[in-house]
């Protein structure tokens, strides 16, 4: 297209549109498998123990997903895990995000009382509080189902399929957040409550947009601070500290 042409062209509005971002369908067909394991597995679970339901939903989850990213010649790094090259930097954005998931807490908190009970978690964990064996099972638990397993597939892999999927723009990725942390917050609620399911669901729209903030290249520092903050509370509930 010539200068003369193009100009008259831009003139009339007759310049044709760009191509939009094509949309991977298979980011679809790896969403519902991923998604699918975690519903299915946790809630079959459900009908036998509310305690050990979400953590075998989540290490299946992993394992196929795991086995989805060969399939396609990528690996967890290409979502953001990986060693970090400045430990200085990766431990200073876990604090922050340390303290955006306190802040998260307390504001939605006050929101979520206002709206529905706070049932804590009915119970779930009472059989930790002096119970040293089944203090450090948890932990264990902590750190593999509720900050590995949990960041890795609600944060990486879910935002960034949904992402790819709706083209893997700026507005792409803010949908996907949303709809992750609608779902993350949904996990939840089968043992806290629409209380807590709003609660949860709102920190994993800060640990999400995080997520994002940090490009999608290191996802350590939502890791240590998932994990951080969890092992405070489940050390808390050891020692009789707080009851639910």
Same mark, same amino acid.
């Given at each position: ?49 509310? &305690? ?28 953001? &895990? ?10 200073? &954005? ?151």
């Amino acid at each position: 297209m010539n200068t003369t042409k193009r100009k008259a062209d831009e003139a009339s509005g007759l310049l044709p549109l760009p191509n939009p971002a094509p949309r991977d369908l298979g980011a679809l067909s790896d969403l519902i498998i991923v998604v699918g394991i975690l519903v299915a597995v946790k809630q079959g679970l459900l009908l036998f123990t509310q &305690l050990y339901a979400g953590p075998a939903s989540t290490l299946t989850a992993m394992v196929a997903a795991t086995w989805l990213l060969r399939r396609r010649s990528q690996r967890w790094s290409d979502l953001g &895990l990986r060693w970090p090259e400045k430990w200085g930097v990766t431990l200073g &954005l876990s604090v922050l995000t340390f303290a955006v998931i306190i802040m998260i807490s307390g504001v939605m908190g006050e929101v979520a009382d206002l709206i529905a009970e706070d049932v804590g978690t009915s119970g779930r964990f009472a059989h930790v509080e002096g119970n040293l064996g089944a203090y450090l099972l948890m932990l264990v638990l902590v750190w593999t189902h509720g900050s590995f397993f949990e960041e890795l597939l609600f944060r990486a892999f879910i935002i960034t399929k949904i992402s790819v999927l709706l083209g893997g723009n700026k507005k792409a990725d803010v949908i996907a957040v949303l709809i992750a942390s609608v779902f993350f917050g949904y996990r939840h609620v089968y043992y806290q409550g629409l209380n807590g399911g709003l609660v949860t669901g709102s920190i994993g729209l800060g640990l999400g947009l995080l997520y994002i903030w940090f490009g999608r290249s290191n996802i350590m520092p939502l890791i240590l601070a998932h994990g951080a903050i969890n092992s405070l509370g489940m050390t808390m509930r050891y020692l009789g500290i707080t009851g639910d």
